[in-house]
């Protein structure tokens, strides 16, 4: 096998000064949570952003020895990944990949964000001068998500000798809402992904989509595949047998006492949908009684890009209609939403291990890695209420209930049915959704990005 | 050629009360603007719903003679039509085949919403019905627009003899978009409108989503035509002649004097991009000082669905940018935007006579008549600026500057453009435009159905 080097954002650890000395953490995000297991043990050479002071110091020293594997920490000028950042990846490639623009008002592109894209192509340049620097003669070079769509056709162009192949994790969109682009910038943006050996996506229809755009804007097709993502099932089940995970079960137990447990885990992001899911669970119980102090809403959810307007604006909205419903429903025994803000991982386990539905109903996911590993913890035979939006839906919606993410009244029937399952039913239904979700491994993710560089 | 039925929702003639007696107006509004001068004088009978008190006294009467051609007003419960009209057609449908929906929050589809969709195919009946009991054997039927995609389906099965053919006069979605919709809806609307002999829309990207969506709702493909209207070159210019809109035209040239004049004709409408538009000559006003002072923006704008909340909140965003860009750039002797939310058609038509730029920015439209209206009456080789994303964009898209209409600095660069352009450029352009705007005619319009329907 050729040497292997991986390029994200977002790397696999973090580091941190401890005592005044460099310390290594666990970086966070669903792509290193996927990924890393995977990498380790392989050898690979990881780049990835240095996003604090430590993250610098480190990258100041160099490469990095990990678990197996090697970490290169890039330094980028802090106001260059601002705009690479914020402005561009997350304030209009993330929108416009999941269709969140209220196009009557945004994107409004202007100067400011002309300049932007310029640092998102900086940026692009400083990682694939990196990487062309470093790396061996025919590596296989795995590019992985949308803040460097421009990096395959860097690297083409400076070492054609790499075989690099780019994985995007978010879904992509129909050529109608590529259009809100300039033109100029959709053929830079696409002309980079299609210059990789291939480009991966979760799903077949955000290759589709893909494949459609690169049609309509370069005239040409690109080379795809879909592998979709698995769970780290060891990672999670040992999370889930830890004391922390077991400890925060038992306070989970305490507060809902023997009533039927809906939960969700998501970051506050609007692609998630948890408004619908909460006028959802208001609908239920406005329209089936039978419920009313028999079923708890545990949303285990965390905050998320926080500097961007549109996602506090949408935390308060949220949060607002929690108190709504709260205070329209709760009596003196029975908080009908348990919401908790804080990112507290070992409790979302917990809330994993303990819901009799899972509720993941985004308006558009790439994947959605929460659905694989709720059935993989699972312990009360719980069931999996799943949006056909995500990218997840074409593994497990043989096996989920199916929901519409628009349609609230669709959504809170099929928590009620959720919730009037039989005993076996849901038993049967519990094995069908954790075959399902640990069908695939981390390696043949990996191995599948590997086989798509080497073809 | 057999009897000729048209079906829409407004129809060609409206009712009022004159002193207690019953007389007849012309209809407003694109549809019949585009499809009355090519009706008058085939004795097709048009099938419309009343509106008003006079429309449902008219309704009562029976059948009313105009120009050559019959008017059959039909009474609808008023609670139904409110649901129909406004709910379905201008709350859900009307904002999916544009895009407009912002998805984080809506389309919100609950209990009332499927309500409402049975009113919506109750009305629908109503027009079946009264179609299928008054049409002669063999009719050629041309159902209007997308109030009425459930007629297609109710003729075919009530009356297999009749020739229906059914045009939308809105853009379509892609099929990502159409997924806003219960399953079971989007499968009843798209079998509605695929049960016609064709389906015509003004683009052939229109025909195309249509398609893509027929191919992955309904399992199958659906005939197509692309016919874009063409303006009713006669009656504007009949206006254009008038006294009141030389009246209007004079008024306007004592306010602006010999500044040049940048023109905008719409309704206030969030698919119109008036925000971005004012935003880019904001832009313009900041970048290119030398046309500070010397240039006017004429907004002769006009209110529309003031019943529903997202129009009301956009006009007063609107209003607001008015004011602050007067107030930001205004001086003694200068307004930068005459803004006039008045709905007064021959003044229109005099700011179409005076323009110096023409602007058409929607962020997605349908055809755009105005931008077809503005050349065959403009008297000062105005430029027109173009949205490509209109589906006027596939005739005109040759002529005219191009404009992309998300990005207010390539729209404010394009208004610079148009306001510099030489003396000889302009009449060169000018000329282009007003033989692309004058290629087509009402008749070939309505001949482009009846083909289809005998097909």
Redesign the interface.
């Known amino acids: 096998m050729p040497p292997l080097v991986i390029v994200s954002n977002r790397g696999p650890l973090s580091f941190a000064f401890e005592d005044g000395r460099l310390v290594t953490r666990k970086g966070g995000g669903g792509l290193v949570t996927a990924l890393g297991p995977a990498v380790a043990g392989t050898g690979a050479t990881w780049f990835a952003a240095a996003l604090s002071d430590a993250d610098r110091q480190a990258a100041a020293a160099g490469t990095i020895e990990a678990e197996g594997f090697r970490v290169r920490p890039l330094t980028v000028e802090p106001n260059a990944y601002r705009m690479y950042y914020d402005v561009v990846s997350n304030g209009l490639l993330w929108f416009v990949y999941h269709?969140?623009?209220?196009?009557?008002?945004r994107?409004?592109?202007?100067?400011r964000?002309?300049e932007a894209w310029d640092a998102y192509r900086d940026v692009n340049r400083t990682f694939a001068e990196a990487v062309a620097a470093d790396a061996d003669d025919g590596s296989t070079v795995l590019v992985h998500d949308y803040h460097l769509s421009l990096l395959p056709a860097e690297l083409a162009q400076k070492r054609p000798d790499l075989r690099t192949v780019y994985f995007q994790h978010t879904p992509f969109?129909?050529?109608?809402?590529l259009?809100?682009?300039?033109?100029s910038i959709a053929t830079e943006l696409l002309g980079g992904m299609a210059a990789a050996r291939a480009c991966g996506f979760h799903a077949t229809r955000w290759a589709a989509?893909f494949e459609a755009c690169t049609h309509d804007v370069l005239g040409r097709s690109a080379r795809t595949f879909v592998s979709p993502a698995s769970a780290d099932a060891d990672g999670i089940r040992a999370v889930a047998a830890s004391e922390p995970c077991t400890e925060a079960l038992r306070a989970l137990e305490a507060d809902v006492g023997d009533r039927q447990v809906i939960v969700r885990v998501d970051r506050i992001e609007?692609?998630k949908?948890l408004?619908?899911g909460f006028?959802a669970f208001d609908?239920l119980l406005r329209?089936a009684p039978e419920w009313r102090g028999r079923v708890v809403f545990a949303a285990f959810v965390y905050p998320s890009r926080e500097g961007r307007p549109e996602y506090l604006a949408?935390r308060q909205?949220v949060e607002g209609l929690v108190r709504r419903i709260n205070g329209t429903w709760g009596t003196a025994g029975w908080t009908p939403i348990l919401y908790d803000p804080e990112d507290d991982f070992p409790r979302s386990v917990a809330a994993l291990r303990r819901y009799d539905v899972l509720l993941v109903n985004p308006?558009?996911d790439g994947l959605n890695l929460v659905a694989k590993e709720g059935p993989l913890v699972n312990e009360r035979d719980g069931v999996l209420a799943l949006s056909?939006?995500s990218g997840v839906w074409e593994e497990l919606g043989g096996v989920a209930l199916e929901l519409?993410p628009?349609?609230?009244?669709?959504t809170a029937e099929v928590l009620a049915s959720a919730l009037s399952m039989s005993r076996d039913e849901r038993a049967d239904h519990a094995r069908a959704t954790r075959e399902a979700a640990g069908a695939r491994t981390s390696q043949q993710w990996l191995g599948d990005q590997v086989e798509a560089a080497a073809g």
Chains 1, 2 share one sequence.
């Open positions: 269709g969140l623009f209220d196009l009557a008002r994107p409004r592109i202007d100067r964000w002309r969109c129909a050529p109608d809402a259009r809100v682009l300039p033109a989509a609007l692609s949908n408004l619908r006028h609908e329209t949408y909205e308006v558009r056909r939006e519409n628009f349609d609230v009244s669709d």
